[in-house]
Every structure is written in C-alpha cells, then in structure tokens.
C-alpha cells in the first residue's frame, strides 16, 4: 500500500531534504529509520527538494509499505528510531497512484528576520539577524512586485539544474510580509522554486527596505522584471558565489552610490516639505 507521512524537522544539522552523496540529509536518517523499523529501505518520494539548512512545519513523502504495523501507528514507530529534530507527525493509506511531489501544488516558505543588535538564543538558528530600522512598508511593497507568473532567473543561485535546462519560470501566488515586535515574517507561496530562491528574493526584499525606504522602493521596483533585470543585491549574491570578489566589490560601490543617493533626496525632499514647498 502507498504511504503518505507528514514530517517535521529541523535543518540546520541536514544537507537538505534528498539523499546527497557527501552529506547526511533528511531522507537519508528517515529512511534509516525506515530500514530499522520495517525491515526494508522503501524508496521514499519527498513534496520538495529543500536546500541545506532548511527547515520544515509540515513536509509531505510517500512510500510503499506492505508489512504489519498499523498505518495509523508508522509515525510512533519511526519516531523512536529517528533523531530529535526529524519527526514523523501522521501517517495515512493513499491511492496506489499517489505521489508526493506532483500531488503539491503549492509551497509555503517563511523566511524569518529579526531587527535587533543581539541574536535571540531561542530562535537564532531559526531566524536572520539585521540590525538598524526596517521599513515594513517598503517590505510589502517590494514582495508585492514579485507576485505572478514571472521568470525567476535573476533570484536563482549559480549551479541549478533547473536554470541550466531553462526551466525558470514560475508562479508565486502570495508574497507578503509581516512584524511581529523584532521578528519580520516573509512568507511565499508558489508552485515551485528555483535554487536559494527564496533566500535571494528575501535579501532583495530586504535591501529595499534598508537602502531605499519608503521613498524609493516604489520607483526602484517599477523598473525591475523578475528574470530581466537583476537586482543589486542578487547581482552581488551571485558575483560572489562565483568567487568574482573584484565583481562583487564593485557592485557594493554601486550600491553604496544609489543609497548615498537615494538619502539625500529624501533628505531635500524633507526640507522642502517643512519649508512648505511641494517636489
């Protein structure tokens, strides 16, 4: 019979989800597990390939299973063979057509931020540490842009397999942020992703809202296409993955220049206003 089992774990020890040849990974101790449990090592399909260090709420994988152990009893099982910060939540029979990935239609990410001179010993392996102000606003306008059908190239780090193939296109259904005291939630909902997507579109995000604000993220955005026209901060991301450190330098300056900008025109624009003049 076909399985599917709900998973939690935590990432941070894991070379992501599927089985890697120099790497521990998720799949691996899951089927580790298995083997101990069952008596076999079922081929396992998983909902995702997440990337090293990710994290998981709730992650969907199917298996066939054929032995003794109650369905309803599998994630028991299993817990008592599996590490700490892997967990099998719930089990259930599917259709024998079943399968895990094809059957997702959308993926959740949350990539959290927490504004703060000091980590959070709670949370710190959980969350990205930024300091100074950020402007929530500026935030939500900048996810907003990304909704819709686009080519995500430009938000894909070097080494994909799907960028390699030109399979870069894809739909991002929900792209907002939220604040919660210190803590910024970015979640995403899409069809699918591309490699580090997701951490890449959060840095740009991000950049709005610590070089631009309120004042420039509109404009900024408005002359970006996703898979066109690559952000500052995804250009420097991916000079310095490809060890072009003089590249990567250069596009800094760049930044620093269009922030030192972009500052003085709010600045001017400040001063107008509380001498009564309109822009």
């Given at each position: ?5 709900w ?8 070379s ?14 899951v089927?580790?597990?298995?083997q101990?449990v069952?008596?076999?090592r ?10 090293a260090?990710?994290?998981a ?13 109650p ?10 063979r599996?590490p700490?910060?892997?967990r099998a939540?719930?089990a259930q029979?599917v259709p ?17 931020l927490?504004c ?6 709670f949370?710190y392996?959980?969350c ?7 402007n929530l ?19 894909c780090?070097?080494?994909?397999s799907?960028a ?9 259904t929900?792209?907002?942020?939220q ?15 591309l490699y580090?997507?997701?951490?890449i579109l959060?840095?740009?995000?991000l950049?709005f809202?610590?070089?631009?604000g309120?004042y ?6 408005a002359g970006?296409t996703p ?12 000079l310095?993955?490809t ?11 760049v930044?620093i ?6 500052l ?16």
């Amino acid at each position: 019979m076909n399985i599917l089992l709900w998973l939690a774990y935590k990432g941070t020890n894991y070379s992501g989800f599927q089985v890697q040849p120099n790497g521990v990974t998720v799949c691996a101790v899951v089927q580790d597990a298995m083997q101990s449990v069952f008596g076999t090592r079922p081929d396992v399909k998983g909902c995702s390939r997440t990337d090293a260090g990710v994290h998981a709420r709730r992650f969907a994988l199917n298996f066939h299973y054929d032995g003794r152990i109650p369905v309803q009893r599998i994630p028991l099982a299993l817990n008592a063979r599996l590490p700490m910060d892997v967990r099998a939540l719930a089990a259930q029979q599917v259709p024998d057509d079943f399968h895990a990935r094809y059957a997702a239609h959308a993926k959740t990410y949350h990539y959290r931020l927490r504004c703060s001179a000091v980590d959070d010993p709670f949370d710190y392996e959980t969350c990205h540490r930024v300091n100074g102000p950020l402007n929530l606003a500026a935030m939500q306008a900048a996810a907003s842009h990304f909704v819709g059908r686009h080519d995500f190239l430009a938000l894909c780090a070097s080494g994909s397999s799907a960028a390699a193939h030109g399979d870069t296109v894809r739909t991002i259904t929900a792209c907002t942020v939220q604040q919660d005291g210190e803590l910024y939630t970015l979640s995403v909902t899409a069809d699918g992703y591309l490699y580090n997507m997701v951490r890449i579109l959060a840095g740009t995000v991000l950049a709005f809202a610590r070089a631009l604000g309120e004042y420039g993220a509109t404009s900024m955005i408005a002359g970006y296409t996703p898979g066109r026209t690559a952000t500052i901060a995804t250009t420097v991301y991916q000079l310095w993955r490809t060890n072009d450190e003089l590249g990567a330098m250069r596009w800094v300056l760049v930044d620093i220049v269009i922030s030192a900008v972009v500052l003085l025109a709010v600045n001017l624009l400040e001063k107008k206003q509380k001498a009564g003049g309109r822009p």
